[in-house]
């Protein structure tokens, strides 16, 4: 079993920024893939961006490209999300998620195997 701590989360003013973080703890005390992904009221969940076991490749949604940026720690897995030049419409419940076996940083949700309780960002106008 992983556990995922999110903090970061909270009001900011559209073209400002904030910081997510995300820590997993527990499992088989490997590496894993990380991803966020948040959840709008009345929408869909939606892919947000995703980072391999050691940082090497990165992948982002289309609605996030150029604003957001996911890293990592070294050798542990705590993940971060920038996010800059922030709009209403990234008003959500992020969430962070581990794939604990996977070989390819997924934009779906079905690799990943454990998720975060979530943290709400609003972006108001």
């Known amino acids: 079993q992983v556990q995922l701590v999110e903090s970061g989360g909270g009001l900011v003013q559209a073209g400002g920024s904030l910081r997510l973080s995300c820590a997993a703890s527990?499992?088989?005390?490997?590496?894993?893939?990380m991803g966020w992904f948040r959840q709008a009221p009345g929408k869909e969940r939606e892919f947000v961006a995703a980072?391999?076991?050691?940082?090497?490749?990165?992948t982002y949604g289309d609605s996030v490209k150029g604003r957001f940026t996911i890293s990592r720690e070294t050798d542990n897995n705590t993940a971060h999300l920038q996010m800059n030049s922030l709009k209403p419409e990234d008003t959500a419940v992020y969430y962070c998620?581990?794939?604990?076996?996977?070989?390819?940083?997924?934009?779906?949700?079905?690799?990943?195997?454990?998720w975060g309780q979530g943290t709400q960002v609003t972006v108001s106008s």
């Open positions: 980072i391999s076991r050691r940082g090497g490749s990165t």
């Open positions: 998620a581990v794939d604990v076996d996977g070989t390819i940083v997924a934009r779906r949700s079905t690799p990943y195997d454990f």
């Open positions: 527990g499992g088989t005390g490997g590496i894993f893939i």
